[in-house]
């Protein structure tokens, strides 16, 4: 092997890191945002049995086809789509492959390629995130396959000893290697290190650990060498325990969480892009707005990535009945555009969905 002229090795071409972040900005254009559609087989099962439905692969592609054939407008907010690797296979029933349908409407097919939380040994009960082995082929096969970009989540847990020290940088370094490999693939990483709101700590509590566990997280992909421009961050908002009794406003949560990123994010990510992490659909727009409109330093652009609050009013007018594709459908666009909204900080309130205020809090949630 030739001796090398620098210790600073380019894993990347020039092209390739244009192409990046081409990607990552488009998904984070003014007033649009990520609709996750990723659940794994078994969480899309629980949704589908809160509508008494069966878990069937054909009903899981029903329902992902009322999603992507909805109005056309729907593109106007929504940049990207997150999808499982069964739902990147499947098509319409007239046989159209979803990943084209996504593409025909502007929308950038992104894929889940995490396998799931699995213990981490020795830890209070904490997880990392398994998926690594053989992940270069996988993404060479979904970059081929029409996707854009990845997403990989993992969870840190709130208690009284927890996060720990194994568990921050565990995560930290996992993701790292996930986003390293996307690159080197043409997808564009999402960086999910999710602070669960499990717990009944306070808002300042949640601010402190996820300043904790981002600061990791970008020590991790400098380690890595990640181009940050060609990389999105898909964080918690920073808001209290679920069981805390202490009330916050959207106003707090937006200073709480625009005051962690500040100072952990680079201003070099391309965007930010929240989950909803089990807040109602009403909560996650109005704190988006919140966030948008707090008047301190953002860098970045701030906008959703949102499962459970872009779908829950969706699944209930929908409640597995053709007649009623149309209404769900009706209900993806109303949240879709709110959300787009929010992202601008325009959001102008309730928008009057079918499952606004319901909480959707799923304890110790896996994905
Ligand atoms: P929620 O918005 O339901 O938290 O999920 C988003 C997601 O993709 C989690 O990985």
């Known amino acids: 092997m030739a001796k090398p002229t620098s210790r600073f090795v380019q894993y990347l071409t020039p092209e390739q890191e244009d192409e990046l972040r081409q990607i990552a900005n488009a998904i984070v254009a003014p007033g649009k945002g990520i609709l996750a559609a990723d659940e794994s087989v078994g969480t899309m099962g629980k949704r589908l049995q809160n509508i008494n439905l069966e878990n069937s692969e054909d009903n899981r592609r029903k329902y992902r086809e009322l999603l992507f054939t909805a109005d056309s407008a729907v593109a106007s907010s929504i940049s990207g789509v997150i999808l499982f690797d ?87 370094n996992v993701l790292a290697r996930y986003a390293s490999i996307c690159q080197q693939n043409g997808l564009v990483p999402i960086v999910e290190p999710e602070v669960l709101p499990d717990g009944d700590h306070d808002l300042e509590t949640a601010q402190r650990v996820t300043e904790q566990v981002l600061a990791f997280q970008y020590k991790a992909l400098a380690d890595h060498n990640i181009f940050l421009e060609g990389t999105l961050l898909k964080p918690n908002m920073v808001t209290a325990g679920q069981g805390c009794t202490k009330k916050y406003t959207a106003a707090d949560i937006a200073k709480a969480t625009v005051t962690a990123l500040n100072r952990t994010v680079p201003a070099a990510v391309a965007g930010i892009t929240f989950l909803s992490g089990g807040q109602s659909e009403e909560d996650a727009t109005l704190n988006l707005n919140a966030i948008n409109q707090y008047a301190g330093r953002k860098p970045w652009p701030l906008t959703f990535s949102y499962g459970r609050a872009l779908q829950a009013s969706v699944l209930k007018a929908w409640g597995g009945k053709d007649e009623n594709v149309k209404a769900g459908q009706q209900e993806l666009l109303s949240r879709a555009s709110a959300n787009g909204a929010a992202a601008v900080g325009k959001y102008g309130g309730s928008s009057g969905s079918a499952a606004g205020g319901d909480s959707l809090f799923v304890a110790n949630h896996a994905y």
């Open 86 to 172: 069964e739902t990147f296979r499947q098509s319409t029933a007239d046989g159209r492959p979803f990943v084209q349908v996504l593409k025909d409407q502007g929308i950038i097919p992104g894929i889940k390629v995490d396998k799931g939380v699995v213990p981490l040994a020795g830890s209070l009960n904490e997880c990392t995130t398994q998926g690594l082995d053989g992940l270069a082929e996988r993404c060479a096969e979904y970059k081929k396959g029409g996707c854009g970009f990845a997403k990989w989540r993992c969870v840190l847990k709130i208690s009284e000893f927890t996060p720990s020290y194994q568990a921050m940088i565990e995560n930290a």
